[in-house]
């Protein structure tokens, strides 16, 4: 099973764009690689899936070289409310039993 | 939002006694799942459901049972609650596919 490597915290300006690097050095081939992001007292809720390349959706994007042993998701103009932890998650699509959930990335947006 | 609840949504209790929490959906989605989350962790799989009556173990299973009588509904129980078992629990589902996973609004319990 792949884990995953991500910082503990990170401190962004509303309006910046903030980027999130996560490694899986051990990734398989079958693996997608999935994003997570939680409010205080809430559940996670799904950001981006990927697989390679690049994905975007209408939050957020997600970069993934051609390694695969990373990947780096990108959230354009951020504002206050981003604030919250963010997942990183590696897996088979679809076997979400096997997925580890790391300590995730506290990002933190000041005014 | 998916159509997730869970119940109680906070609870405190005594050691030696049984709680049970209760999942219920209504997406009609495969697979359920339990989590805890504790401080600066995060989610850690207790059990899981890939149908009605199939069960599975997660990573932390001890201490916990589940059980599945009905598509919408995912129980999970503490037979005999400890203080180690402070936690809050996180209900999710999904389906075959993408298998994004969709969460509850989780459950706070404390046992003293």
């Known amino acids: 099973l792949a884990k995953t490597t991500q910082p503990i915290s990170m401190d962004s300006y509303e309006g910046q764009e903030v980027n999130i690097t996560c490694s899986h050095n051990n990734i398989a081939t079958n693996d997608y690689i999935t994003w997570y992001q939680q409010f205080p007292s809430q559940g996670p809720r799904f950001i981006i899936q990927g697989y390679k390349t690049k994905v975007t959706n209408e939050v957020a994007s997600l970069f993934i070289p051609a390694d695969r042993k990373s990947s780096t998701l990108s959230l354009p103009r951020v504002s206050l409310s981003d604030t919250a932890v963010y997942y990183c998650l590696v897996g088979e699509a679809g076997s979400n039993y096997q997925l580890i959930w790391g300590a995730g990335t506290k990002l933190i947006i000041k005014p | 939002d998916a159509g997730i609840t869970q119940s109680p949504r906070h609870k405190v209790t005594e050691t030696g006694t049984p709680v049970t929490l209760r999942c219920h959906q209504t997406?009609?989605?495969?697979?359920m799942y339990w989590y805890r989350q504790d401080p600066g962790h995060g989610l850690r799989l207790i059990h899981y459901s890939y149908g009605v009556k199939d069960t599975d173990k997660g990573e932390v299973s001890d201490g916990y049972s589940v059980s599945r009588s009905k598509t919408e509904d995912f129980l999970l129980t503490l037979e005999s609650a400890t203080s180690s078992q402070t936690s809050v629990y996180f209900c999710a589902i999904s389906d075959l596919g993408t298998g994004e996973l969709f969460f509850g609004e989780g459950s706070r319990l404390t046992v003293l």
């Open positions: 997406e009609n989605h495969r697979y």
